[in-house]
């Protein structure tokens, strides 16, 4: 089927200047043409989707969800009790709540291999509604380590190679790693390093020999700077917690030079706690005890910039299914990269399609609009680059060439 696309502008997702009144041309799944409504003529053949008002633009990439988790304020809870049936309906409702909010592409960083798998599949062969999905399966933990309910338990160094090749074989996109401690893990330590360098170095090296890459969970310092001496592909929330009680930032510029050197990508997870401002859901004192990213957030944002302006390139993840974070929730991160950060819009924008979409190794085939790419394209209600929530204002989304929601109504 072709249809013709047609806004007030165009964002490509690689150049900086808007095209104005732009127009896309899909035929089946792929993009046909770029052009402008003056180059099409009175009467193009196809179906005519116009926004006026509008901005067409490469459909939005997550990089951290947890599809079998809930996002509800018992979801530690909910995912240590239910049964693997429970577990995958949660799984299906939430990639298609991912798609209808604009997200046409989403990595899962740590399921179930039971649910991922299986749902991978059934998005794939079109038997559910979903973006294009890419999964980890269970992550790499230590014994008791963050996520060990639903990872792969794994102390040594051949423990941990063993444990990649394992989801290799199965089918893994990407591998995950926990380099420390996470907060939904209850004893486990965010400050200290779960692995050495040594041990994630010979995991990378691995990976590299099996053509996938790395993603490793790092909240202390400690776990960080082990992650980018060992070359870790993208380094998840990459938090800087210091293991000094009395402080609670441990910032090494110097290990963030080392990261943008090595070309590392980051996904700092930065909107978890604006959505629970802008949604007004009140904080609890054992939660802003527990966690410095919300009980300073000024210091917090002011790493990230440190990090931006040192050339770090960063990539978009929510961490969906964590409490509070839902699955149509993806907007919030180019919104709190601009309004927390103070990056432009443009470069939220960006790292919300291009980059991200590098860091998976799939940019030849989408996070830009061009010729021949995969037709996974939204229109916003608005202008973005005007006021960066109007990515919360989707008409259109267009996902492999299928029509997912139009003037507002989705067809799903």
């Known amino acids: 089927m072709r ?30 043409a770029i052009t402008t409504y003056d180059q099409i003529g009175n009467d193009p053949e196809g179906e005519i989707i116009k926004v006026p008002g ?48 604009g997200v046409t592409t989403v990595r899962d960083l740590g399921s179930k291999n039971e649910i991922a798998f299986a749902v991978k599949k059934a998005v794939e ?22 996520c060990n309910f639903f990872g792969s338990e794994a102390d040594t160094a051949d423990q941990v190679i063993a444990a990649l090749r394992h989801q290799v074989k199965l089918g893994a996109d990407y591998i995950k790693i926990m380099s420390t401690g996470g907060v939904f893990t209850p004893r486990s330590n965010v400050f200290a390093a779960q692995y050495t360098t040594d041990v994630l170095r010979l995991a990378v090296e691995d990976a590299d020999r099996l053509g996938v890459r790395i993603a490793a969970h790092c909240h202390g310092t400690e ?8 070359g870790i592909h993208n380094l998840i929330h990459s938090t800087w917690l210091s293991a000094d009680p009395n402080e609670i930032w441990d910032y090494r510029p110097e290990i963030a030079d080392t990261i943008a050197e090595k070309g590392l990508w980051v996904d700092p997870t930065i909107a978890i706690a604006n959505i629970r401002i802008d949604k007004g859901i009140p904080f609890t004192d054992d939660e802003l005890l527990s966690s410095a990213g919300l009980s300073d957030l000024e210091g917090r944002f002011a790493i990230l910039k440190d990090m931006w302006d040192r050339g770090v390139k960063f990539v978009t993840g929510l961490d969906t299914g964590m409490s509070y974070v839902g699955f149509g929730d993806f907007a919030y991160t180019p919104q709190t990269m601009v309004e927390g950060m103070g990056i432009s819009e443009m470069e939220a924008i960006i790292c919300s399609t291009l980059s991200s979409a590098q860091c998976l190794g799939i940019d030849k085939e989408t996070g830009t609009l061009e010729k021949n790419k995969s037709a996974d394209i939204l229109i916003v209600d608005g202008d973005p680059l005007a006021d960066i929530r109007k990515l919360h204002d989707i ?18």
């Open 3 to 32: 249809r013709i696309l047609i806004a007030d502008q165009l964002i490509d997702g690689f150049n900086q200047t808007p095209i104005k009144n732009g127009v896309v041309i899909i035929q089946d799944e792929a993009i046909e």
């Open 54 to 101: 509008g901005t067409i633009m490469p459909g939005f990439i997550e990089m951290h969800a947890h599809m079998h988790c809930s996002a509800e304020p018992e979801a530690y809870d909910q995912v240590i009790s239910e049964s693997n049936e429970e577990l995958l309906m949660r799984s299906v409702e939430a990639v298609r709540e991912t798609l209808i909010s």
């Open 125 to 146: 062969e079109r038997k559910i509604n979903g973006p294009r999905l890419l999964v980890t399966g269970t992550p790499i933990t230590t014994t008791a380590g963050h």
């Open 223 to 230: 776990g960080v700077i082990n992650c980018a001496e060992a």
């Open 395 to 412: 008409d259109t989304i267009i996902s492999q060439g299928q029509l997912i929601k139009r003037a507002g109504k989705v067809l799903i």
